[in-house]
């Protein structure tokens, strides 16, 4: 925005300058210097335009900064409105960071993700390649004792925890593809857990996506087109606003399909994943009753034989 503020400040040097030295030449006709300044304000306006969304192209990130729900909820963190009942509860939530856990939270990774039988030493073999570990925590559940299949792992320098986090993203640890990212909780300003609707990443089935993060990071949104070169040059202000409320709605519809678009293209993924489920799941009821069908026809030949085999003997 300060970029925009300077060259408005420039243009309005530029078009007193040229309106000062217009006043003072006594030949030239009176209606010119009003469609002169027309066509300054029309290039300004357009060129505004321009270095704004130049601005807004240099604020966008792939990865979260700061963590809000509903831009979390949105796939290139443009919405605004919640689209689900977990982002509207994230939104509620008022969440503070653990005070009570250990270590420095620029110094610790969490792993999610992993195999139910994988066990703290696993991973401090698979994770001590990347350097020292300072503190190794793989969070069970307080009642049963089972995994839940994620944890944190604290380093004692940064160069190993840089190196962990390039390295160690997907790798294969008990046949399980890992995942890896740095702690949030008490390093993304205003980060809400998942249980409470926040998070990042999630799966498709769950229908709850959440971008932002390493593992799902926004899209780059669909950026407004610039006004048509033909208006820089027409020298009438009214003939902009009409073209102006003109291309607007025009603009907006294409963005808007846009964002249709990919909310379509989502929805077939899941048509598509939910189709793919439904087909193993026929797949292997109809093993299920072949193998059902093979046994009992092998029982009814058994008894056959049986039979046969005792008929033969009372023959005897």
């Given at each position: 925005m ?17 309106n000062t ?24 306006f ?13 604020l ?30 994230a ?12 270590g420095?939270?620029h ?42 299949c ?26 399980n ?51 048509k ?25 294409q963005?808007?399909?846009g ?58």
């Amino acid at each position: 925005m300060k970029s925009v503020t300077v060259l408005a400040y420039l243009f309005r040097l530029v078009a007193e300058f040229l309106n000062t030295d217009q006043s003072t030449d006594s030949k030239q006709p009176r209606g010119k210097s009003s469609d002169s300044s027309d066509q300054y304000c029309m290039i300004f306006f357009g060129f505004s335009r321009f270095s704004f969304s130049l601005t807004m192209n240099e604020l966008w990130t792939p990865i979260a900064k700061q963590y809000n729900p509903l831009k979390a909820g949105s796939i290139d963190g443009t919405d605004e409105e919640p689209h689900d009942r977990a982002v509207s509860r994230a939104i509620a939530a008022k969440y503070r960071p653990n005070k009570g856990v250990l270590g420095d939270p620029h110094l610790t990774l969490f792993v999610a993700r992993l195999n139910p039988q994988t066990s703290e030493e696993k991973l401090k073999d698979t994770f001590s390649r990347f350097g020292d570990i300072r503190r190794l925590r793989l969070v069970r559940d307080i009642v049963t004792g089972f995994s839940k299949c994620y944890g944190f792992i604290e380093y004692k320098d940064e160069r190993s925890l840089l190196k962990a986090h390039r390295d160690s993203n997907k790798l294969v640890v008990d046949q399980n593809e890992i995942f890896v990212d740095f702690e949030l909780e008490r390093t993304l300003k205003g980060w809400v857990p998942r249980r409470l609707g926040g998070g990042l990443g999630g799966k498709k089935e769950s229908g709850q996506l959440r971008f932002g993060g390493r593992d799902r990071p926004f899209r780059k949104p669909i950026s407004l087109p610039a006004l048509k070169a033909e208006l820089y040059t027409e020298g009438q202000a009214d003939k902009l606003d009409r073209s102006s409320s003109r291309e607007l709605p025009r603009d907006s519809r294409q963005w808007e399909r846009g964002r249709d678009w990919e909310r379509r293209r989502e929805r077939e993924e899941r048509g598509e994943e939910r189709e793919k489920r439904e087909r193993n799941r026929e797949r292997h009821r109809s093993r299920e009753r072949d193998h059902k069908r093979q046994r009992n026809e092998d029982r009814h030949k058994e008894e056959d034989r049986h039979q046969r085999r005792n008929r033969h003997k009372t023959r005897q």
